[in-house]
């Protein structure tokens, strides 16, 4: 491990506001297949994986693995082709991470979203440039709250944990985060509230409070016990 410091960054809600373009794609496949899905369903199974949301609003019981792996992937199409048309980037998402590349911040996405949903966000937001690790749904055995995809994505950038700090705007990732020994920043996106993420080390309403040095002052306590810069 080196003395690099590093932001891990979830992707739904926190990169791209995408709880719309979900809905909708969700939407899109329901009619498609004469299946019912409202907005409280939605609502309800947010953040959940798509095979767990299609096992308990269409399942019951009927569906089998294959006919539930291909509801999945039309709904993931459906949702790539919705955000490649209008990509729904996180206001100030551009300027945070070109600000903390040129500040020396190792950069990753941990998220539990396919590979290809993955690459195509960080493909709009600058791809390899910018980002010098990525963990997607495949990745991963134990999902959020595990500490899994976070683990796996400092030993990919070679950071040690304790000098991670993590994005996330779910209590499951906050969790997640906490578990790994990683400084954990919540951001309060759509269907979150400041109180329900109120266990992380910080809370912030817009990615535009952020900056590399904010994040860099968060690991000032534990600096002491590090070696390195």
């Not at 190792?106 to 998220?111: E, H, R, Y």
């Not at 980002?131 to 495949?138: C, L």
């Amino acid at each position: 491990m080196n003395h690099d410091y590093a932001v891990i960054f979830d992707m739904d809600g926190v990169l791209v506001d995408t709880y719309h373009a979900h809905y909708r794609s969700w939407l899109t496949v329901a009619e498609s297949e004469g299946l019912p899905f409202s907005e409280e369903d939605f609502a309800r199974t947010f953040g959940r994986t798509s095979r767990e949301i299609i096992a308990q609003c269409w399942g019951d019981g009927r569906l089998s693995d294959d006919e539930i792996a291909t509801l999945d992937d039309k709904k993931e199409a459906a949702f790539r082709r919705i955000i490649e048309q209008d990509f729904p980037a996180m206001p100030g998402v551009y300027e945070l991470l070109e600000g903390l590349h040129r500040a020396g911040f190792k950069l990753a996405v941990g998220s539990s979203g396919p590979p290809e949903n993955v690459a195509l966000v960080v493909e709009k937001l600058g791809g390899g440039t910018l980002f010098s690790a990525t963990v997607t749904g495949r990745d991963v055995t134990r999902g959020k709250p595990d500490p899994h995809v976070f683990l796996i994505a400092a030993e990919r950038l070679g950071v040690s944990p304790a000098r991670c700090a993590v994005v996330e705007d779910a209590p499951a990732g906050v969790e997640a985060a906490r578990a790994s020994g990683m400084i954990s920043i919540a951001l309060v996106s759509t269907g979150r509230t400041q109180e329900s993420l109120a266990a992380a080390d910080l809370v912030v309403d817009s990615l535009t409070e952020l900056s590399a040095e904010r994040i860099r002052r968060l690991f000032g306590p534990r600096d002491a016990g590090l070696s390195g810069p």
